[in-house]
């Protein structure tokens, strides 16, 4: 007995439908993540444009205003100084009154004073902070003040140099190496002084000086002018002397022969025609 068993099978088939839509859908699902993640990008450049704007239009509005005051400062420095400038003669013709020019040069001294005050203190700070960080000995003073002191442990040599009485003690601690130094600069000064005046004073007499100071040279150009001029003065005078004799005069003219009244002698003018 045989049994026959028959198949049916479809010639057709739905795969590459389905693949389609599988792939339709994966495009559909890239397309909608695309468009999302693009929004949440527009919603985060919104976002912070929204909160970066303003604060360039502060920040603009900061720098104008600060802009505005320091042009506002320097042209009221300028005027100081225009008005503090004015010479005393050219007040009457000058714009700017006397009690104006007085109080604008007061204005520049008393700021140059607070300035100069401001940068005396800044500097003897610093001068011993420095100190306290550098020297052996304001080593030495810095770990012991630091760790006894008044102000307790665990200040820096910046905090502690602000204190006056530790600008003091340093100030003790390098007064004779100070006085030392101060002396050793006035000597050299007073050094330099003398050498400049000894120099000047060589200068002064070289000028007049016979000889050249180049050995061997011969006499200065100065020396040498002075000799010719009394060369010239020389000639010129026996020029004179001819002259006085031949037209009947004394022969020594440079004397007086009025015996004293030469004052009241009627000298004849020949320069002018009879």
């Known amino acids: ?30 397309r909608q993540t695309a468009a999302i993640q693009k929004k949440f990008g527009d919603f985060g450049k919104d976002l912070f444009m929204s909160f970066f704007a303003p604060m360039v239009l502060i920040h603009q509005a900061v720098n104008f205003i600060s802009g505005a005051i320091a042009k506002a ?27 104006t020019r007085y109080m604008a040069q007061k204005l520049q001294v008393d700021l140059r004073t607070e300035k100069e005050k401001e940068q005396a203190a800044t ?9 306290l960080k550098r020297d052996p000995r304001g080593r030495q003073y810095f770990f012991k003040e630091a760790a006894t002191g008044d102000e ?3 200040m820096s040599e910046a905090a502690l140099a602000k204190f006056k ?11 004779a190496d100070m006085k030392k130094a101060l002396k050793e600069e006035q000597d050299k000064a007073a050094a330099d002084k003398a050498e400049a005046e000894k120099k000047k004073a060589a200068a002064t007499v070289g000028v007049f000086a016979g000889d050249n100071s180049v050995f061997g040279v011969g006499n200065s150009p100065h020396m040498t002018m002075l000799n010719h001029q009394i060369e010239l003065q020389k000639t010129a005078n026996e020029y004179l002397a001819v002259i006085a004799a031949a037209a009947g ?17 009627n000298y004849k003018d020949y320069t002018k025609t009879a």
């Open 73 to 99: 400062r320097q042209d009221a420095k300028d005027a100081v100084d225009f008005a503090a400038g004015i010479k005393v003669e050219e007040l009457k013709a000058s714009p700017v009154d006397p009690t």
């Open 165 to 175: 009485y530790v600008q003091d003690a340093v100030a003790k601690i390098v007064e």
């Open 249 to 265: 005069s004394p022969g020594d003219f440079t004397k007086d022969q009025t015996g004293g009244m030469a004052s009241q002698v």
């Open 123 to 131: 500097a003897r700070e610093t001068v011993t902070e420095e100190f």
């Open 152 to 154: 307790g442990p665990g």
């Open 1 to 30: 007995m045989s049994t026959d068993v028959n198949y049916s099978i479809k010639g057709t088939t739905d795969v590459p439908q389905q693949v389609d839509k599988s792939k339709k859908a994966m495009t559909d699902l890239e």
